[in-house]
């Protein structure tokens, strides 16, 4: 079916797409200008690499004592007093990551990257499903998936409701949007009758984005759709560092800002944000830029307090960011060390608070080497959308625990040598409603840009490839304002399959019922 593919990438104009197109404008003027990056995360990080190569002064501030705000690491002790690092969760790092992708390969960074082998998702009756054969090329691919036992022709033929699943292949950065927004994914699934198999695909992803389900916005479900299945040939097998967070980037990454002359200031929070004399006081400090790249809560705080900054639209937009519902992981070092075929990472059906299992010992080198030393194994447990109410960290670490034992029978009544759990609230709310009031990358200050997974993108992009794109396109608004010659951008297509196609299949499928 050659041909087919090569229709399908024709009918997306290909899979890579140019987001802007740099001019001849100079590199750098030579004119000194000063930036402070409010935040150290992906995006800030991004940012701050991306000015400090065209030669501006950068201020890192980061109320942490480490960088890498979702993806950051840092050191805990362990018994015999061993150190490991740890992160705020197990990351994947997809081949349609464009812009990621290529800021990671200026420092080579992705030279420790491995395949995952396989993607799995595992039911509470024992079933599993595997997608390590599902094929690449959008569309066909959907069609792939009736080999994993997600779905059938026969439930197709019996619920004409399931035709409303085409909206996947339609979508559009603005009728998706307009019309699904204001839906929840409970909502949208319960008004095609989703079956069980195919319920709990969708709800893997609606949770993976840090959301329940009768939170979170089927058009943020369908762009997450079109993103990582619907508009690129890269699979969803992705690949993820060998090494520790802090050995695998943010070493390096130090060492590029120490290298481009960043100041770089952990455990320096900011509290206020002042206009002055063309240019931005920050906690009193004088700069002549200012990107806010702190995660949606702490900027929305930022900005509360600084009455100064910014027009009536601007503060609104701002003051509708939100965080998502908590999330917890879990870090366990075990006396057991699971014996499976299953590949490093899987999802798990969610019962009360387990959604993912990450086998540490199978996925980054010192953990290995920890386990083989011990005989043990490293475990992490996820809980991506934590239940209201249940807010105590004993609770938590106790459900989570229970629940991997349903999982694994083998594991139950292990040691725990040692174990570290983090209860967050920093995650961008993708719910309902939210995006219509999202602001983008240009604050419509000259000279504050916005940077982080929460911005609003003219291009689908999400989690990791968000930040890193928002933290190079607020770079872009400075260099352009400063009259310099803008970084390239990537998206993946922007719509659709069918985005522009009208069939007798639109006129067929109904709302959702709310």
């Not at 007093?81 to 997809?94: K, L, Q, T």
Request: glycine share 10%; with cysteine.
């Amino acid at each position: 079916m050659e041909w087919m593919r090569r229709w399908v990438e024709r009918r997306l104009g290909g899979y890579r797409h140019p987001v802007n197109s740099p001019g001849a404008e100079p590199e750098r003027d030579g004119t000194p200008r000063t930036v402070v990056v409010v935040g150290g995360g992906l995006a800030g990080v991004t940012a701050a690499v991306t000015l400090g190569r065209r030669g501006w002064k950068v201020i890192l501030k980061e109320k942490h004592p480490y960088l890498g705000g979702k993806v950051g690491a840092w050191p805990v002790a362990l018994p015999a007093g061993e150190i490991a690092w740890v992160e705020h969760g197990y990351h994947a790092f997809f081949p349609h990551y464009h812009n990621l992708n290529r800021f990671l390969d200026s420092l080579d960074l992705r030279r420790s990257f491995r395949s995952i082998g396989d993607y799995a998702i595992l039911a509470l009756d024992g079933r599993r499903f595997s997608f390590r054969d599902v094929d690449k090329t959008p569309g066909w691919n959907l069609l792939s998936l009736a080999g994993t036992g997600v779905w059938n022709l026969g439930q197709v033929l019996a619920n004409p409701r399931l035709v409303g699943l085409l909206a996947m292949l339609r979508y559009d950065p603005v009728k998706t949007f307009v019309r699904f927004d204001d839906v929840s994914y409970e909502a949208w699934a319960r008004s095609l009758g989703l079956p069980a198999s195919m319920r709990l695909m969708f709800n893997s992803f609606s949770r993976a984005f840090f959301a329940s389900p009768d939170r979170m916005s089927t058009a943020e479900l369908l762009k997450s759709f079109h993103s990582f299945f619907l508009s690129q040939d890269g699979g969803l097998i992705y690949d993820s560092p060998a090494d520790d967070y802090e050995t695998a980037f943010w070493r390096p990454l130090r060492a590029e800002l120490d290298r481009l002359g960043a100041q770089i200031r952990l455990g320096e929070p900011v509290s206020r944000v002042e206009p002055r004399d063309g240019g931005y006081l920050v906690d009193g400090e004088p700069c002549d830029a200012v990107v806010l790249a702190a995660d949606a809560g702490a900027v929305r705080r930022l900005v509360e307090n600084s009455p100064g900054l910014g027009s009536l639209p601007f503060r609104n937009q701002v003051g509708s960011l939100k965080a998502s519902q908590g999330y917890a992981v879990l870090r366990l070092w075990t006396d057991r060390r699971l014996d499976t075929d299953l590949p490093g990472f899987v999802i798990t059906e969610h019962r009360k608070v387990l959604d993912s299992v990450s086998f540490y010992h199978d996925l980054e080198e010192p953990s290995r080497a920890w386990a083989d030393r011990t005989g043990g194994g490293v475990y992490e447990l996820h809980c991506y959308a934590l239940p209201d109410g249940l807010t105590d960290p004993g609770e938590i670490r106790d459900a989570l625990v229970e629940e991997l034992g349903g999982y694994f029978p083998s594991l139950r009544g292990m040691s725990v040598i040692h174990e570290h759990l983090q209860v967050n609230h920093d995650f961008t709310a993708l719910h309902t409603g939210m995006s219509r009031h999202r602001p983008g990358t240009d604050s419509g200050l000259p000279g504050l840009v916005l940077a982080g997974d929460w911005v609003k993108l003219p291009f689908p992009a999400m989690l990791m490839e968000a930040a890193a794109s928002s933290g190079i396109a607020a770079a872009n608004t400075l260099l352009r304002q400063a009259g310099l010659r803008e970084e390239p951008l990537v998206s993946v297509p922007p719509r659709g399959l069918l985005a522009r196609r009208k069939s007798f299949l639109q006129g067929s499928c109904p709302p959702p019922a709310p």
